[in-house]
C-alpha cells in the first residue's frame, strides 16, 4: 500500500510538473507571439519612417538642382550684361577698373 501511495504521490508530483512545463511553456509561445507582432508594427513603422525620409530626400534633392540651374543661369547672366557694358563703355569700364586697382594698391600698401 505504501508502494501505491508513493507512486500516486509520484504521479501528482509528475503530473503537477508537467502541468507547470506546460502552463511556462504556453506563457512563453504567448510572449513570443507578442514580441513578434510589436516586432512587425516596429518593422512597419521603422519602413514608413524611412519611407518619409527617402521622399523629403527626393524633394530637397530636387529643389537642390533646380536652385543651381537658376544660379548658373544668373551668373550666365550676369556675365553677359557685363561683358555688354564693358563693350558699350570701354573708357568708362577702364577708368572704373583704374580707381579699383588704386583703392587697392592703396590698402593693401598700409599693411
Known amino acids: 500500500m505504501e508502494n501505491a501511495n508513493k507512486a500516486s504521490t509520484v ?3 509528475s ?3 508537467h502541468d507547470a512545463v506546460n502552463k511556462a511553456t504556453n506563457a512563453t509561445h504567448q510572449v513570443a507571439d507578442t514580441l513578434a507582432e510589436k ?3 516596429f518593422n512597419g513603422a521603422a519602413h514608413e519612417v524611412i519611407d518619409r525620409a527617402t521622399e523629403a530626400t527626393h524633394q530637397v534633392s530636387e529643389r537642390l538642382v533646380e536652385k543651381r540651374d537658376q544660379l548658373i ?3 550666365e547672366r550676369l556675365l553677359n550684361q557685363g561683358c555688354e557694358y564693358v563693350r558699350e563703355n570701354p573708357l568708362t569700364s577702364i577708368s572704373i577698373a583704374v580707381g579699383i586697382g588704386f583703392l587697392l594698391s592703396r590698402l593693401l600698401s598700409n599693411r
Do not use: P
Request: proline share 0%.
Open 11 to 13: 504521479d501528482k508530483v
Open 73 to 75: 543661369s544668373a551668373e
Open 15 to 17: 503530473g503537477m510538473a
Open 39 to 41: 516586432g512587425d508594427q
